[in-house]
C-alpha cells in the first residue's frame, strides 16, 4: 500500500529563502552584500492562484491562527555530507549536533526577536535548525509583508486506480515573502504560509474486478478469490527476510524506540486490534502517539488513516519488545518536514521511517512554475543528514509505479524516481513480488497466472492475464495496471560516494515494453512525454545513468502477494476494515524500520544510516546478506530496469532482498 500522492503540488506559501553568494574579497563584499535591513524576496513556494482552477472568495482574516516553520542553514554542511556517506563512527547526541552544525544563538535569537515584534511566538528545536512559530495571519502578513487571501481549490480526479484531492477552501499567498537580509541570509526554507493538504491517500490494492470479492465470505482472505498469496502478516515478512534468527537469540527490539513519521491520524485501537488478534504477537512495548503542529486531525480514510495503520502495525508486530512513537502531523510541507525534525530533535528512536512522497518530476515542475521552494529537498535533507550523525537509520518507500513514478502525481510517462526517497542520506525501501500461482476472473473468462520464483515488483507479468479476462489489447491493460518497484537515477540528487565503486549503480539493463511519446511543454523549462506506444517483446537493451541510484534494498510489496490491513477507517468508504490484498512499498519501509530495532537490540547499539554499511557488504568483502535478483529479462523488472547479470546492484531492487540475520553479522 502507498497513500503518498499529490495531484496539485506540494504547499501553497513554502519560500525558498535567497542569499546572495560570498564574495571573494571585502570590497566585493562591499559592493554586492545588501544592507542588513534591506528586504529580501523570499523565492515563492506553491502560488494558490497558481492551483489549477483556484479562485479567490476573500482575504484571509487576520485572526486566522497559522504554524510556519523557519527552516535554518545547517553549518559545515559539506562536511556533513561527507561524514555521512562514509560512515558514522561516532554518533553525537543533539547538543553536540547544534554545537556543531547548528545555527548560532544570536542569529536564531535575530530571527525570534524580528518575529516578536509582529506577535508571534517562537519555538526553537533542540538542533538549532528548526524554528516553529505560531500567530496569526495577520501577525505573519506583517512580519513577511505578504497579504494571505481564501482560496477555493476544486478537486482533482484519481487516475489509474489512485485517489484524488479533495475540494478545500485554504488560506495561501501568491507573493514572494521578504525577510531583512540579516535574516534571509541563514534561513534555508520558510513552509507553511498556507493550511492546504496536498498529499492524499495513494492506497494499493489488488484489483477487485479482476479478483471477484466473494460476498459470502466472512474471511478476508478468502474473500479474495484466486490469490491465496495475499493475505501475509509480519510474521511471515521475518519468515522470508531471515528475521527470524534473531528472534532466535532473544532479540525483540526489546529496549529499544522506533518513530513513524506521518500525514494522517492513526484510527484508535487499529494496531492493537491488529497485533491481538490479526497477528498474534505478545508486545511488550509502548506505544505513543505525538502530534506535529498540531496535528493531522480526525482519523480519515481519505485523509490516509489506513497508511498510518499499517505503518504502526507492522513496525510493532516485527519488533515486538520495542516503544513505538507514532508523529503524526498535518498534510502539508511543514508538518512532514517537522515530523522528521522533531524525531531527530527528540533523538529518542533509533530508527524512523516514512511512506509518503511524490515523484521528481512533479517537484521539478512545481519548482520551474514557481509553486514550490528550491530548496524543498535541502530542507529534508537536512533533516536526514541530522538522524545520520545522531545514529539514527531512516528509511523512505520508494514508490509503486515501477520506473515510471511520475505516471502516479503529474501524468507524464518518463522515467521518475521518488522524493524524498531519492535522498543520499535515508535508505529507499524497494519492492519485491513472491512466488505465487492464482486465477484471475473477468467479463471474458478466466486467466491462471504464476510467478515461479521472487522477482522484482513489476506488473508486467498481469498484463496478458487482464487483457484476457477483460477483452482489452494487452496495450490497454498495461496502461491500467501501472504498477511496481520504484526505482530508477535521481535527476536531482547526486550519486553518493557510497555507491560510487558498486558494481551496476552506474549502469542498467532495461526491458523497454513502455516507450515515452507525444512530449509536451508541462511548464516553461520541462517538456516531457505524455503518452507510451507498446512492446509485448521487449529485447534486453543496457545504458548509462546518473545521479543517486534509487532503491537501496527490497523485499515483498506487490499487493497480489502482499499483507493483512486492519482500518477502522475504510468503514467510512464501505469497506471490510479487515482486508487482504494489500501491498506497495509503504509496507517496505516500516518493516525494514522494526527489523532495525530488533538488530539493535540483538548488538546492543545503534547501527545508525544502513547505506555505507550495505554498499560496503557488495564490495566482495565475505558473503554479501542481499540476493540481487540480477536476471535481466522480462521475468525481472520494475517495468523498465531489469537484473544487472554478475553485478551487485541494479535499479528495479538495489541490492536485492536481505538476509536480515547475516546483514546484523555485518553491522
Not at 172 to 190: D, K, M
Not at 229 to 243: K, Q, V
Not at 369 to 396: K, N, V
Request: charged residues 10%; hydrophobic residues 35%; aromatic residues 10%.
Amino acid at each position: 500500500m502507498r497513500r503518498t500522492r499529490l495531484a496539485v503540488g506540494i504547499a501553497l506559501g513554502v519560500a525558498t529563502v535567497m542569499a546572495p553568494v560570498a564574495a571573494l574579497s571585502t570590497s566585493a563584499s562591499a559592493a554586492t552584500t545588501p544592507a542588513p535591513n534591506t528586504p529580501e524576496k523570499v523565492a515563492a513556494g506553491i502560488s494558490a492562484a497558481a492551483l489549477p482552477g483556484a479562485t479567490v472568495f476573500g482575504d484571509t482574516p487576520a485572526s486566522t491562527p497559522e504554524t510556519v516553520s523557519f527552516i535554518l542553514d545547517e553549518q559545515n554542511l559539506a562536511g556533513l555530507k561527507i561524514q555521512v556517506q562514509l560512515g558514522i563512527h561516532k554518533d553525537l547526541s543533539v547538543s553536540q549536533f547544534a554545537s556543531e552544525y547548528g545555527q548560532s544563538s544570536s542569529n536564531i535569537a535575530a530571527l525570534t526577536s524580528y518575529l516578536a515584534g509582529f506577535g508571534i511566538k517562537t519555538t526553537v528545536y533542540a538542533d538549532d535548525i528548526d524554528v516553529s512559530a505560531t500567530g496569526t495571519a495577520g501577525d505573519f502578513d506583517s512580519a513577511l509583508s505578504v497579504t494571505q487571501k481564501q482560496y477555493h481549490v476544486p478537486a482533482l480526479a484519481g487516475r489509474d486506480g489512485y485517489s484524488g484531492v479533495p475540494a478545500q477552501d485554504v488560506h495561501g499567498t501568491a507573493q514572494a515573502p521578504l525577510l531583512p537580509y540579516r535574516l534571509s541570509n541563514f534561513v534555508l526554507a520558510i513552509l507553511g504560509l498556507t493550511n492546504y493538504g496536498p498529499y492524499n491517500s495513494q492506497a494499493l490494492h489488488v484489483d477487485t474486478k479482476v479478483t471477484k470479492p466473494q460476498p459470502s465470505s466472512t474471511n478476508a482472505c478468502l474473500a479474495l478469490a484466486g490469490i491465496p498469496a495475499g493475505c501475509n502478516l509480519p510474521s511471515d515478512f521475518a519468515s522470508n527476510y531471515g528475521l527470524n534468527g534473531l528472534y532466535a537469540k532473544g532479540a525483540t527490539g526489546k529496549g529499544q524506540t522506533l518513530a513513524i513519521v506521518t500525514l494522517a491520524a492513526v484510527d484508535p485501537g487499529a494496531p492493537q486490534y491488529f497485533w491481538a488478534n490479526v497477528a498474534h504477537v505478545n508486545r511488550t512495548g509502548s506505544l505513543t502517539i505525538e502530534n506535529i503542529d498540531g496535528g493531522p486531525g480526525a482519523p480519515s480514510n481519505v485523509g490516509g488513516s489506513g497508511e498510518s495503520d499499517l505503518d504502526t502495525e507492522q513496525s510493532g508486530a516485527i519488533a515486538s519488545g520495542a516503544n513505538v512513537i507514532v508523529y503524526q502531523a498535518p498534510n502539508s510541507d511543514p508538518g512532514f518536514v517537522d515530523g522528521f525534525f522533531t524525531a531527530a530533535s527528540q533523538n529518542i528512536a533509533s530508527t524512523v521511517s516514512a511512506s509518503w512522497g511524490e515523484s521528481e518530476t512533479y517537484l521539478e515542475s512545481s519548482i520551474l512554475a514557481g509553486q514550490e521552494a528550491s530548496t524543498y529537498l535541502a530542507a529534508f535533507d537536512e533533516a536526514f543528514l541530522e538522524m545520520a550523525i545522531q545514529g539514527q537509520s531512516g528509511f523512505l518507500s520508494s514508490g509503486d509505479q515501477g520506473a515510471y513514478d511520475a505516471s502516479g502525481d503529474l501524468g507524464t510517462t518518463n522515467l521518475s524516481v521518488d522524493t524524498n526517497a531519492d535522498s543520499p542520506y535515508i535508505t529507499a525501501a524497494g519492492g519485491t513480488t513472491l512466488p505465487w500461482t492464482g486465477t484471475l476472473t473477468g467479463p471474458d473468462g478466466s486467466a491462471t497466472v504464476t510467478v515461479p520464483a521472487q522477482r522484482a515488483w513489476g506488473w508486467d507479468y498481469l498484463w496478458p492475464a487482464i487483457a484476457k479476462i477483460t477483452g482489452e489489447t494487452e496495450a490497454e491493460a498495461a496502461e491500467s495496471a501501472i504498477g511496481g518497484d520504484g526505482g530508477g537515477f535521481s535527476q536531482l540528487e547526486p550519486r553518493p560516494s557510497y555507491q560510487l565503486f558498486v558494481a551496476g549503480t552506474g549502469d542498467y539493463h532495461a526491458v523497454e515494453y513502455l516507450t515515452p511519446t507525444e512530449y509536451e511543454t508541462i511548464v516553461t523549462g520541462l517538456s516531457e512525454p505524455t503518452a507510451w506506444s507498446f512492446n509485448p517483446t521487449p529485447a534486453v537493451t543496457t545504458g548509462i545513468g546518473s545521479g543517486r541510484a534509487v532503491p537501496d534494498v527490497s523485499a515483498d510489496a506487490d499487493p497480489y502477494t502482499g499483507y493483512l490491513l486492519y482500518a477502522p477507517s475504510f468503514a467510512q468508504a464501505g469497506d471490510p476494515v479487515l482486508e487482504g490484498g494489500w501491498g506497495g512499498t509503504s509496507f517496505v519501509a516500516p518493516q525494514l524500520n522494526a527489523s532495525t530495532a530488533v538488530i539493535d537490540s540483538y548488538l546492543g547499539h545503534r547501527v545508525g544510516f544502513w547505506n555505507p554499511t550495505i554498499y560496503g557488504t557488495s564490495l566482495g568483502f565475505g558473503t554479501s546478506p542481499f540476493t540481487p535478483l540480477s536476471t535481466a529479462s522480462t521475468s525481472n523488472d520494475n517495468l523498465y530496469y531489469t537484473g544487472n547479470p554478475g553485478q551487485a546492484y541494479n535499479q528495479a531492487v538495489g541490492l536485492g532482498y536481505p538476509n536480515l540475520t547475516a546483514l546484523a553479522a555485518r553491522f
